[in-house]
């Protein structure tokens, strides 16, 4: 059960309206030349199917660039084909949220196995925020076929932890605290959904306007990577860091899996764009 009084602390209200300008940066960032210098020296792919997730609001156009960096880099990307990661309900309640996700990642569940069985290979799934959520549910419930997945600033945690829970609260006219039993529900999707079998690269950043890293992590498993980049949350899928560690984790060899370790690419994690 959920702890009323401990709970990840969410993203400050001067993070969250930095989020538009870093994100123009980081976009501007990915076309100079040092970064493709950089993105140019990257492992190259293995050829695996590799499907994008787009986060809530957004569409196979919102993670389009970094397709087109996967597929130069030898992978066969895929878009989701779902159309607007956008529910025509209104969202009131995180119960309805929940609904919407199972519904979801039954659609992207369909696409998966039609994805693998053209290639005869499982996929690897990189989601950005919701889709994380979704890509992180269907690892543990089909991971016969998925290969990894990459969650980028995901809030697979306590959703208390965003900068969204007040506003969803807000929404709904509620004044109590917090509803037990909607985030219990919501914690599920990240622990009870059976065995989990998939490796999975979480990236985070501490200047995330939308999810805090208590909400993005799961902390102590042996096939869980967590990642700390400098991106915002809005730049996650164009930010020249990000595609690095990406490029980095799609080119593990599964059999001989190597955790990513900071101290190996201090020119690239630990530098602010």
């Known amino acids: 059960m959920l702890d009323k009084d401990i709970f990840p602390e969410p993203p400050s ?17 990915l076309g100079r030349r040092k970064w493709r210098r950089e993105l140019d020296a990257v492992p190259e792919g293995d050829g695996h199917p590799v499907m994008t997730l787009p986060g809530f609001g957004g569409g196979d156009g919102s993670m389009a660039i970094l397709r087109r960096f996967l597929d130069k880099n030898g992978y066969q990307s895929h878009p989701w084909q ?70 980028l600033g995901s809030p697979i945690g306590d959703p208390r932890g965003t900068s969204t829970w007040e506003i969803l609260k807000k929404m709904n006219r509620s004044d109590v605290a917090d509803d037990d039993q909607n985030v219990d529900a919501w914690l599920q999707r990240k622990e009870g959904l059976g065995e989990r079998k998939v490796r999975t690269s979480i990236l985070y950043s501490l200047r995330d306007g939308a999810v805090s890293k208590g909400s993005a992590v799961i902390e102590n498993h042996p096939l869980v990577d967590n990642i700390q980049v400098s991106s915002s949350h809005v730049g996650f899928a164009h930010n020249p860091l990000v595609y690095y560690v990406i490029a980095n984790r799609l080119s593990q060899n599964l059999l001989n899996w190597e955790q990513f370790e900071e101290a190996r690419h201090p020119q690239i994690v630990t530098k602010s764009l």
Do not use: M
């Open 82 to 151: 779902l159309g607007t990661n956008f529910t025509k309900d209104r969202v009131t309640t995180l119960d309805s949220v929940l609904s919407f996700c199972e519904q979801k990642e039954a659609d992207i569940v369909g696409r998966l196995k039609a994805i693998a069985d053209r290639s005869g290979e499982k996929v690897s799934l990189i989601g950005w925020s919701l889709g994380g959520v979704y890509a992180n549910s269907i690892a543990q419930t089909h991971p016969e076929l998925v290969r990894q997945i990459i969650t």
């Open 13 to 29: 209200k001067k993070q969250l309206l930095k989020e538009l300008p870093c994100a123009a940066n980081e976009f501007i960032q």
